[in-house]
């Protein structure tokens, strides 16, 4: 098993925003159960981080929230990504996904 | 952009749903734990394990609630509404202090607002004129004779007007009085003459017809007349076809070819009814005018002040006679407006500068004995981790909202003050003082006023109590803290300062109205009750020629004497009090003048026979003026006694003789002196000149007459009397001596009470700050005090040491106070020129009142200390 890994400052919204978009509106620890379940555990996201980071993002516009019934009964309350927030998103993967090349590229030069 | 705008509203608002929020937090998290601890059981985990392992992997349940509480509000506004809670929770605590504070701080900043509100009116509002910031005022000033605002020649207008470079326009106007008649009865209305260009120059076009014309201003030029919107409204309830009527104005026909629009003012006296073209007048020795300038764009007062000053000094060379010494003194028109008013205004801000001052240090003295109980607070909540500037940010929070508060009832306050100034003034006709509202100058000023105050004793009351040393306050028991020496010096310090300004205002209260009982009791050397005085105007035209004038004063006299009730009447050129009197040089038959080419001078008035017996004035030698002086017997004149000890020390000088304008004139007469300008200046000499022998240039003439019972009462009869003796002359005014006595004291006596009113707040004020640092010292001391009781020592020495204390700090006050009283006194000269600055008895007096106020003040609490049971004392312990 690799060693786990904490969330990087920074992507936690990412990672969020993105769990939000595949799965549709999900509740805190939902959002918490996926993006561990995704990362096949390697994350060790400590789940009391992700409220702040929720509120965050609400305060930014890019989510919104309603409290509702979880799948067993529970009120819970449900995030849902907003239009800007699904801008944001695309916007923050294509950043990532161009600095992700860059240092993978800049590792294999090196080596 | 748009989106920290957004974040910022949303935390903003977050701020006040807080709650709400929180709580929903709350339950979100308890659903997440509770299906966390679902999850857990599922995977098999027994319960207690499976809540240990979803607590787990949330990590700090607290820290999270924390974190997210800072992400709800902003820090910054959060602390400020946190502090701004805990004042107000602070100040409903303790309301007597709130209250004292609050009524002492509306106090102070009402009477800040209401006179800043008064010179916001008269001195800072631009005048309603366009670019009124470039208008000027040209004085010419006397070098020999020290004046710095006089009258200029018209020939030397005109040379400055082509000469200047600064000043764009110049334009020349005096103020006149014109008699205005119909054939039946004549009146006399305040009037401008002004030079064609003086209504283009101050960029006002007129309601209704035109402004003069260039050639108008020229000799032998037709009369056209301009109408004030008054006089057009008053007289001819505003028709608009009054453009090309006739007015009779001064006994000439005018032709009324304008109207001016409402509020247009030029006189800075009384506001002008009429304007009439000013006309070219070649004498420069004759000094008429006052004269305007507009500045052009970009040139400064200063600028231009030096250039006038230059020409000034040609103009000086080119006529060494009649412009010796005469040069150019330029202000910004709106000061010379207000003229003196503006001194009193200054004096009166400064006055209520140091009731603030006063005010600020009481409410800081409250604060002080406050903060030294809860000096344990402070050390508590430092102890539990506060830092201290977040500790001083709550004090001056605190200060800042009681001040703010103080200065929004201040303002109230200050709309009743304002008021009854405005009112008080009105007497006075000060110029655009009626317009003092509150305006958004006025609105700032409070403001900042207020701001100044809070932060002025919020670091006062921080620097005490700001930096508690810990171990030391937590020790004591609370109510021991006593701020250690520095607080209690700083707060000795605080009641020797506001002592000391208390002083200042009731030194300068006090010598302005002994000023004013000096005057009150100051005989003015006539009678003033049972006798009226007429004034009327005569036109120079129409009494040209002396018979006429003699045929009208005996007339006149006649028909006086006639109505009922009036035992004598006689005539005068300038009453007591009047001051109008001028100076003129004349020799003495026999004396050498004082020195070669300088003559005697003394003042000139003229009087009909019978003025002195009707005024009441004793005639020490000689008589009065008979009937039987005429124009065809010896020309006599009278002195008074000021006149005989000057120029005769040491004779009665009946049947010496003067030389007055190369006539001869006999003196037979020595009378007591009357006070020619006011009550507070001597008499100074005074030769009388007889209306029947003598043509003098005064186009004014005072009738009094003595009655036999309430002159009120006739008043209406003799004025119709005098108005028929000549419908073309003008009675001006009709008022009973009694008025005119009182009238002299008005200015003073309005300027005393104001002052008074506002020293005797001081003293108030200050009396309450001595009396709660003395009660605080004694309650601070009652521990002290058991033991000195409990180790011997008597009542009556606990109450003298209580009683010095307060005395001591008054003493000091006194101390500080008394060179700075007499700075203040002497800048009363300018309110009533009578004052005498150092004036010892005054001094004492008041040193002596502000003591015995400061005993009483300490007796209170010197009282209780002597109650201080030494048991009950030594319990603290």
């Known amino acids: ?111 | 952009m748009m989106e920290s705008v957004r974040t910022l509203v949303v935390r903003f608002l977050g701020l006040f749903r807080r709650r709400r929020l929180e709580g929903e937090l709350d339950a979100e998290l308890r659903s997440h734990l509770e299906m966390a601890v679902e999850r857990n059981l599922a995977q098999g985990m027994d319960r207690e394990q499976a809540c240990r392992q979803a607590l787990r992997d949330f990590g700090g349940l607290e820290q999270t609630r924390q974190i997210y509480r800072e992400r709800l509000g902003l820090p910054f506004l959060d602390t400020l509404l946190q502090d701004l809670r805990f004042a107000l929770r602070m100040l409903r605590k303790s309301p007597g202090f709130t209250s004292v504070a609050l009524l002492t701080l509306a106090l102070g900043i009402g009477a800040n607002t209401a006179i800043f509100s008064a010179i916001n009116a008269v001195l800072l509002r631009p005048l309603p004129f366009p670019n009124a910031h470039r208008l000027v005022f040209v004085w010419a000033t006397d070098g020999q004779r020290g004046i710095k605002e006089d009258v200029s020649s018209y020939p030397n207008f005109e040379d400055w007007k082509a000469q200047s470079k600064t000043l764009d326009r110049l334009a020349a106007f005096t103020t006149r009085s014109a008699t205005l008649s119909n054939g039946e009865e004549a009146e006399l209305v305040p009037a401008v003459q002004g030079t064609p260009g003086i209504f283009e120059l101050l960029g006002v076009s007129p309601e209704l017809g035109r402004t003069f014309r260039q050639d108008e201003g020229e000799p032998g030029s037709s009369h056209v007349l301009i109408l004030s919107d008054a006089f057009w409204k008053q007289r001819f309830a505003g028709r608009t076809d009054v453009i090309g009527q006739t007015l009779r104005v001064n006994e000439e026909a005018y032709t009324i070819v304008g109207v001016m629009p409402s509020g247009f003012r030029i006189s800075r006296e009384r506001p002008e009814q009429v304007y009439a073209p000013l006309v070219r007048d070649p004498d420069r020795g004759h000094g008429f005018l006052m004269v305007l300038g507009r500045l052009r764009p970009g040139v400064s007062i200063r600028e231009a002040q030096t250039e006038m000053s230059t020409i000034a000094r040609r103009i000086e060379e080119a006529y060494p006679n009649g412009n010796r010494g005469v040069g150019v003194n330029i202000v910004p028109l709106v000061d010379a407006m207000a003229g003196d008013a503006k001194t009193g205004m200054m004096i009166f801000l400064g006055v209520v500068s140091l009731v603030l001052l006063i005010a600020c240090t009481n409410v800081a003295n409250l604060m002080l004995a406050r903060g030294a109980s809860r000096m344990k607070e402070i050390a508590v909540r430092a102890a539990l981790g506060a830092e201290r500037q977040r500790i001083l940010r709550q004090l001056l929070t605190e200060t800042t909202v009681l001040a703010l508060a103080g200065g929004a009832a201040g303002l109230l306050a200050s709309h009743w003050i304002s008021r009854a100034l405005v009112e008080s003034l009105k007497q006075f006709d000060v110029p655009r003082l009626a317009d003092t509202h509150t305006d958004t100058a006025v609105l700032v000023f409070t403001f900042a006023v207020s701001l100044f105050t809070g932060i002025f004793f919020g670091a006062v009351f921080g620097f005490s109590v700001g930096s508690p040393r810990l171990a030391e306050a937590l020790h004591q028991s609370g109510h021991q803290a006593t701020g250690g020496a520095r607080g209690r010096r700083l707060r000795s310090g605080l009641v020797v300062a506001e002592t000391a300004m208390a002083l200042v205002l009731l030194a300068s209260a006090g010598v302005l109205l002994k000023s004013i009982l000096v005057m009150r009791r100051t005989a003015p050397g006539f009678h003033t009750e049972n006798r009226l005085a007429i004034e009327f105007w005569l036109l120079p035209k129409r009494f040209s020629s002396d018979s006429r004038r003699i045929q009208f004063f005996r007339l006149a006299l006649a028909r006086a004497e006639a109505v009922h009730g009036v035992q004598t009447a006689a005539l005068i050129a300038d009453l007591p009090l009047g001051g109008g009197l001028d100076s003129l040089s004349f020799h003495i038959a026999g004396k050498l003048d004082p020195a070669p080419g300088k003559p005697f001078q003394s003042l000139f008035n003229v009087a009909s026979s019978g003025y002195f017996a009707t005024m009441g004035v004793p005639i020490h030698a000689g008589r009065e003026f008979s009937e039987h002086d005429s124009a065809d017997t010896t020309p006599v004149v009278i002195i008074n006694e000021a006149a005989r000890r000057r120029f005769w020390p040491d004779e009665i000088p009946l049947g010496k003789q003067i030389s007055l304008d190369a006539n001869l004139l006999t003196v037979v007469g020595v009378v007591g002196d009357t006070r020619q300008t006011s009550l507070g200046v001597a008499p100074r000499p005074e030769i009388f000149l007889n209306y029947m022998q003598s043509s003098p240039k005064w186009s004014w003439l005072v009738m009094v007459a003595r009655t036999e019972g309430d002159p009120a009462a006739i008043s209406a009869a003799l004025k119709s009397a005098a108005q028929r003796v000549d419908p073309n002359v003008p009675v001006t005014r009709i008022l009973p001596l009694d008025d005119v006595l009182a009238l002299s004291l008005a200015q003073p006596q309005l300027w005393a009470a104001l002052l008074a009113v506002f020293a005797s707040l001081a003293l108030v004020l200050a009396a309450v700050g001595l009396y709660g640092v003395v009660a605080y010292l004694v309650a601070q001391r009652t521990h002290e005090m058991g033991i000195r009781m409990a180790l011997g020592a008597n009542r009556s020495d606990v109450f003298s040491l209580v009683v010095r204390q307060g005395l001591g700090l008054t003493l000091g006050g006194t101390l500080v106070g008394m060179p700075c009283a007499l700075g203040a006194a002497r800048l009363l000269v300018h309110l009533v020129p009578s004052v005498r600055a150092g004036d010892p008895a005054t001094l004492t007096g008041v040193s002596a009142l502000l003591l015995s106020i400061a005993f009483a003040a300490s007796y209170i609490p010197a009282r209780r200390a002597t109650r201080v049971d030494p048991i009950v004392a030594l319990r603290y312990e």
């Open chain 1, 1 to 111: 098993m690799p060693p786990r890994a904490e969330v990087l400052q920074g992507t936690l919204d990412l990672l969020v925003l993105k769990t939000l978009d595949t799965m549709g509106p999900m509740h805190g620890f939902g959002i918490a159960q996926r993006i561990q379940q995704v990362s096949e555990d390697v994350l060790r996201l400590n789940q009391g981080t992700l409220y702040p980071a929720l509120l965050r993002l609400e305060q930014r516009g890019w989510i919104s929230s309603r409290w509702g019934i979880s799948e067993n009964n529970r009120s819970a309350k449900f995030y849902s990504l907003t239009r800007t927030g699904r801008r944001q998103l695309r916007d923050e993967a294509a950043g990532w996904n161009q600095m992700a090349a860059v240092i993978n590229r800049v590792l294999k030069a090196s080596s």
